[in-house]
């Protein structure tokens, strides 16, 4: 079984610029989460999409992130204009509802530098 | 500050036992998790526990519940250098501790 897949790995970009990151969750997974990882902190719930309507976008900075989920499958997060401290991993999570709650498999992370 | 609270590094020998501490501040939680993360690596996670449960083992893995103090602990039996890695608990999906970077030296 694949996992979740996110692109791209790294990026660097300069502060006030646009930059965007896409994620493929695994086949099936209805619910679909980006987290924001600051270095030396746990992850930081930005969104929470089931299918493609929003669950929970309570911790997301509207004013310059935002995040859609086409089709209830891939999703993209875009951050515009990019700010010094959004310096971050940005983890993209995938789950499938069952007993045990909802188990959550993450992808390997996009990592943004903002200079 | 965090709402989960765990200590930010521990330090064992190699077949030691570890013991990694965690409290939490919603009691009306379901369920409480233990997620792994290795360099570069996104957060696997490792075990979960019901809020209804005090404890929970599983192989090497054994997570102790105190709802009462709000207090959950995970320890690693016989834990080996392919442990090394940082430790999150989390209450839901929504509040994660900042970690516990556990190191384990031969």
């Known amino acids: 079984e694949a996992g979740v897949a996110q692109s791209p790995r790294y990026k660097i970009i300069e502060k006030r610029q646009s930059v965007a990151f896409w994620c493929n969750p695994i086949?099936?997974?209805?619910?679909l989460y980006w987290y924001q990882q600051i270095l030396g902190q746990g992850p930081k719930l930005l969104i929470q999409f089931q299918n493609n309507g929003v669950v929970d976008d309570s911790q997301l900075p509207k004013d310059r992130f935002s995040a859609e989920r086409l089709k209830g499958v891939d999703s993209t997060l875009k951050i515009q204009p990019a700010k010094l401290e959004d310096s971050a991993v940005y983890l993209c999570?995938?789950?499938?509802?069952?007993?045990?709650?909802?188990?959550?498999?993450f992808g390997p992370g996009t990592r943004l530098t903002v200079l | 500050g965090e709402d989960v609270e765990q200590s930010l590094f521990l330090s064992v020998r190699e077949g030691d036992s570890s013991v990694i501490n965690c409290t939490y501040t919603?009691?009306?939680?379901?369920?409480l998790y233990w997620y792994k993360q290795e360099p570069g690596a996104g957060l696997q996670l490792l075990t979960y526990?019901?809020?209804?449960?005090d404890m929970k083992q599983d192989q090497r893995l054994t997570v102790l519940l105190n709802k009462k103090d709000k207090h959950l602990s995970l320890r690693i039996a016989d834990t080996q250098t392919g442990d090394s890695a940082i430790y999150f608990c989390a209450e839901q999906i929504t509040r994660f501790g900042a970690g516990t970077r556990l190191t384990v030296k031969p």
């Open positions: 919603d009691s009306s939680s379901t369920y």
């Open positions: 999570a995938s789950s499938l509802p069952g007993l045990a709650g909802d188990e959550q498999f």
């Open positions: 526990i019901f809020s209804n449960m």
């Open positions: 086949s099936g997974h209805a619910t």
